[in-house]
C-alpha cells in the first residue's frame, strides 16, 4: 500500500453525491495543509479544495458549496464530500499535503476517477 490511497470514486447521475476518502501515511498526514486535487485528461491537475490542522478550508470556486473537505487526525485520512455533481466535476481526484503537491515529481495516489453523466 502506498503512502496515498484514494478511495469512493465511481459513476453518478448529475446532482448526485460521493464521498472520497484518502488513507495516508503518518508523515504526509503530519503536514498541517492537505488538499485535493482534480485531472481532466489533457489539463493540468488543479486543487479544488484543502484543509489544515488549524481548522480552515478553502475551495475553488467551482465546487464551492456544493463539496466539503474533512480530516480525521487519528486516522490519517482526508476526506471529500461532494454533492449536487455536475458533468464537468467528472475527473480524476487525488489528494497530497500542500507542500508535497509543489514539488516536482512528487509523487501521487492512483487516485479514484469520478465520471458524472446521464
Known amino acids: 500500500q502506498g ?19 484518502c488513507a495516508a501515511s503518518g508523515s504526509i498526514f503530519n503536514d498541517p495543509y492537505m488538499g485535493w486535487y ?7 491537475r488543479e486543487l479544488v479544495a484543502s484543509n489544515s490542522k488549524y481548522g480552515t478550508t ?3 470556486d467551482s465546487v464551492k458549496g456544493r463539496s466539503t473537505i474533512s480530516r ?4 490519517n485520512t482526508l476526506y471529500l464530500q461532494m454533492d449536487r455533481l455536475k458533468p464537468e466535476d467528472t475527473a480524476v481526484y487525488y489528494c497530497n499535503s ?10 501521487w495516489g492512483q487516485g ?7
Open 3 to 21: 503512502p496515498l490511497v484514494e478511495s469512493g470514486g465511481g459513476m453518478v447521475q448529475p446532482g448526485g453525491a460521493l464521498r472520497l476518502s
Open 38 to 44: 482534480r485531472q481532466v485528461l489533457g489539463k493540468e
Open 58 to 60: 478553502n475551495y475553488e
Open 72 to 75: 480525521d487526525d487519528a486516522k
Open 98 to 107: 500542500l507542500s508535497r503537491a509543489s514539488l516536482q515529481g512528487a509523487s
Open 112 to 118: 479514484p476517477p469520478v465520471s458524472v453523466s446521464s
